[in-house]
């Protein structure tokens, strides 16, 4: 995470060395249309309370398309993210580098409205977030000797960006946003420890998200740090093939907190 930062600040001191030597541009404080790459550092945290964790180091990288018109503004992105995470669980112990990936593309929707002291505020709602996991828990249930698991969010996002000039075409950006959970479904391939188990699918229906960033922006620069949210509540109920009692995917919350670096062109 050092390494970013030490790389974003030199790349903002070269980038103000051109803009003096350029044509005047855009107001900083509204939102633009263009292309937006990254990059980001998170650690995560995975926890179905009292049954196991995931934890551990991951890292990313972004890149969304925003499209601007008298004021609205219209953004697809797309994140992908991967962490080697350690399992724990007090039934069945502790594995190192468990593999664990995320896929969230994101549409949404907003305006921006300028305030007489120098401050724009840019609600936005929701054209749907979609997040795709996968992961391959150790023992998970103390039955089975290790299979994958894939998790589908479907949420509404509503958030509120706000943008603060600094002086010197600085900037300072806050986001915060909630997400209604729509539906969640998770897949897990129990057939993967062989025997009597077979695969299952469990439907989630109720749980919430949040997120939020802090970005100190300068011309086509950006970074800072950000967290994500998630709290799940219990799946429906799945019969056991081996003849135990029903499953579920319990309830569970999972936290990212994070530094990322952005370039737009």
């Excluded at 002086?167 to 479904?185: C, H, K, M, P, Q």
């Excluded at 998630?230 to 499953?247: K, R, T, V, Y």
Aim: proline share 6%; net charge positive; hydrophobic share 35%.
């Amino acid at each position: 995470m050092k390494k970013i930062l030490v790389g974003a600040a030199l790349l903002l001191a070269i980038s103000s060395a051109a803009l003096a030597q350029t044509a005047p541009q855009p107001n900083p404080l509204a939102t633009r249309t263009g292309w937006e790459v990254g990059a980001q550092a998170a650690h995560y945290h995975y926890e179905e309370p009292r049954v196991m964790k995931l934890i551990g180091p991951r890292v990313g990288r972004f890149g969304s398309f925003t499209f601007t018109r008298a004021g609205l503004f219209f953004r697809t992105d797309v994140r992908l993210s991967y962490g080697e995470l350690k399992y724990q669980s007090e039934r069945s112990g502790t594995q190192d580098r468990v593999p664990d990936s995320i896929f969230e593309p994101r549409f949404v929707f907003g305006k921006d409205f300028p305030s007489h002291n120098g401050v724009v505020f840019s609600p936005y709602n929701d054209l749907r977030g979609y997040t795709q996991g996968q992961s391959t828990p150790a023992n998970p249930s103390g039955t089975y000797a290790g299979y994958r698991r894939y998790s589908y969010y479907l949420y509404a996002p509503v958030g509120l960006s706000t943008r603060l000039g600094l002086g010197n075409r600085w900037v300072l950006a806050s986001i915060v946003e909630y997400d209604f959970f729509l539906r969640g479904t998770q897949f897990s391939t129990l057939s993967d420890a062989g025997g009597c188990n077979r695969d299952i699918t469990s439907t989630q229906k109720r749980g919430y998200g949040y997120r939020a960033a802090f970005r100190v922006e300068k011309s086509r620069w950006a970074f800072g740090p950000w967290i994500h949210r998630w709290s799940i509540e219990n799946s429906d109920l799945q019969p056991d093939a081996c003849g135990g009692p029903p499953l579920l995917e319990p309830r569970n919350w999972t936290r990212e907190i994070g530094l990322e670096i952005r370039y737009r062109f």
